[in-house]
Each structure stands twice: as C-alpha cells, then as structure tokens.
C-alpha cells in the first residue's frame, strides 16, 4: 500500500473572539520530506501573533515525526526569551 504524499506543513494565525490568538498547525510535519522549519518561521508567528500569549491549535495536523517536536521546542524556547516579553504558549 503506498502512502499519500504528503502535505506541507504550514500556519495561520487567527484572532478569535477572545484575547488570546490562536496558531493554527496543518500538514504533515516529517524532517525527511517537508523539512524543519527556521528560526525565521518561529519569529514570524511571534511577531505576527504580537501578543502575551498564544494558543496552538494542532486538531487539523497530519504526520509527524521530530521536525513537528523541533518546531515546538524553537517556539517554546523562542517565545520564553522574548525580549521584553515572554509569551506563554497553550498547547
């Protein structure tokens, strides 16, 4: 049985109702074939969601290997030493 291929990872960053933005994960997110994401990625969703927390939203992702655990450990670490601010992550 061959697997599908697989869809690249991405986010989009949604204000709801309430405060707290939500970061949307979909896609497959597997080193060996959609790759990691940079530290210029993990910057981006902190600058775009501009807030003092972020919800992560990952109801919709697809595969996942150490690329996804990478990714969330560069957000964590990223948005902890955020200058001035930390954002508090909720996963």
């Known amino acids: 049985m061959s697997r599908a291929s697989p869809q690249s990872p991405a986010w989009s ?3 709801p ?3 707290v933005p ?3 994960l979909t ?3 597997i080193a060996r074939e959609t790759g990691i994401r940079s530290a210029g990625d993990v910057q981006a969703i902190l600058d775009a969601a501009h807030a003092s927390a972020l919800r ?3 109801s919709r992702l697809g595969e996942w ?3 996804f655990i990478a ?3 560069l957000l964590h670490e990223s948005a902890r030493s955020g200058g001035t601010q930390a954002v508090q992550l909720d996963l």
Do not use: N, P
Request: glycine share 10%.
């Open 27 to 29: 896609g497959d997110w």
């Open 13 to 15: 960053l949604q204000r």
């Open 71 to 73: 990714f969330l450990k």
């Open 17 to 19: 109702g309430s405060a």
């Open 22 to 24: 939500e970061l949307y």
């Open 56 to 58: 992560i939203e990952v």
């Open 65 to 67: 290997d150490s690329a």
